[in-house]
């Protein structure tokens, strides 16, 4: 069985940092496109970065592009996301997403394993 555990989460100020990480369990870490998306509340759930199998190639939403930094170890079977000069409008839950090969990347239909999310809450 396939899971997905995000950890990070908390309360910033504007201005601050925090690191997210992934942790997967029950599939060939390495072999899968990792993703983070985020959703506020009432709003739909926005890609914001992901990473291809080995780490290459990564892609960024432009609202945080310059602000955050995917990475992975595969070796622990862990994404992050190292995010840095944070904003109110950062604040939502952020979720790990995982698929062996996404059709749109950019979209989260294309993701098959979701892990339950980690709230993060940037205050002004």
């Known amino acids: 069985q396939v899971q997905l555990v995000e950890s990070g989460g908390g309360l910033v100020q504007a201005g601050g940092s925090l690191r997210l990480a992934c942790a997967g369990s029950g599939l060939t870490f390495g072999e899968h496109v990792m993703a983070w998306f985020r959703q506020a509340p009432g709003k739909e759930r926005d890609f914001v970065a992901r990473i291809s199998e080995r780490g290459g190639h990564t892609y960024y939403a432009d609202s945080v592009k310059g602000r955050f930094t995917i990475s992975r170890d595969n070796a622990k079977n862990t994404v992050y996301l190292q995010m840095s000069s944070l904003k109110p409008e950062d604040t939502a839950v952020y979720y790990c997403?995982?698929?062996?090969?996404?059709?749109?990347?950019?979209?989260?239909?294309?993701?098959?394993?979701w892990g339950r999310g980690t709230q993060v809450t940037v205050s002004s």
């Open positions: 997403a995982a698929d062996w090969t996404p059709v749109s990347p950019s979209d989260s239909k294309s993701y098959d394993y």
